[in-house]
Structures are given as C-alpha cells and as structure tokens.
C-alpha cells in the first residue's frame, strides 16, 4: 500500500486514508499544534507540568521559541504544583476520554469539574491514533481506563456512522462553552 500524501509505503490508517509514519506524525502533530494556537493554551512565562512522555514530546514541538519552563511527573501531585507555582497542567487526556467522560457524565447527569490550571492538549486525537504515534516515536503511552459500555456504544456507533468520534468530541466542547 501506498501512502496517499507521499506515494512512499504506507499501512497506518487515519480518516479512510493510508500514510506512511513520517506522514501520519506530521498530521497528528498538525492537530495538536492547531489546538494549541487556536484555543491559546500556552503563553510566555507559562510554568507547564506534563504529565508523561507523549505529552511531554509534544509540547516541546509546540512551545519551540516560546519561553516556558517545563517540569514533569508521572501523576499530578497538588503540593508540587504549589509548591512550584505551576500556571498549566498538560494532562494525559485524549478524545476518546474526552468523549467517554462527557457522555459518562450526561448519563448519570453530572456536571464536569473544571479545574482551570488544566490543558487538554491531546484531546484532539484519538487513543488508537497516539498508540500509533507513541509506536513511532519510540515512547511510552498508556491510555487511561474508561468506563467498559460506553466505550463499546460508542465504538459500535463509529463502526457505523462516520466521524463519530469527532462529531461527539465536538458537542462536548460547544455544551462546554456554553457552560452547560
Ligand atoms: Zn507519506
């Protein structure tokens, strides 16, 4: 199989089309960066806790030029983010959980708990998709355990209807704004 940006040899799979890896990474890293830039979550001075080594290497590609100081722990530690008077926290958070969460949370009919020192960087992008990403960058990713049946409804609808994933993520940021 052919990579449909490059023509090289391509057998990762994103939207219906075949990549090769140098390809797929610079369009997951296109929508990190794009989410980034448009949502404004990082500025200059920014003292940024991130949370593992995906996050980690991603946020380094986006804040080149910009001076921040990056610290890093496994799990977010209040006392540490206190004590060294941490501005954002980049969390380990993903679209799927994204997803997960809110409809978790319109079922049992809960509100989301906002913590405003919180940056989802990566939620624009699927798990299976920074599986992918962490494989080809040699590092380490560990999605986090979501609840079992809602991930397999909504697995079963994505099996069905296109850009499930993308079209749920999207009424959880519009409710979000809306502060619903
Ligand atoms: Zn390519």
Known sequence: MTCSICGKKGKLEYKKEKLCDGCFCRII??????????NKLFSKGDKILVQG?????????IIKGLPVKIFKRKAVNKEFIKKNKIDKIVVNWTMDDEIINFLKNFFDGKKEKKDKKVVKLLKVVSDEDLKNFSKIKKIKFVPNKKDKNIVEMVEYMAERYPDTKEKLL???????????
């Open 170 to 180: 999207n009424s959880a940021i519009a409710l979000g704004k809306m502060g619903i």
């Open 53 to 61: 080594d995906l996050a980690e290497l991603v946020l380094k590609d």
């Open 29 to 38: 890293e296109k929508r990190i960066r794009k989410n980034a830039r448009i």
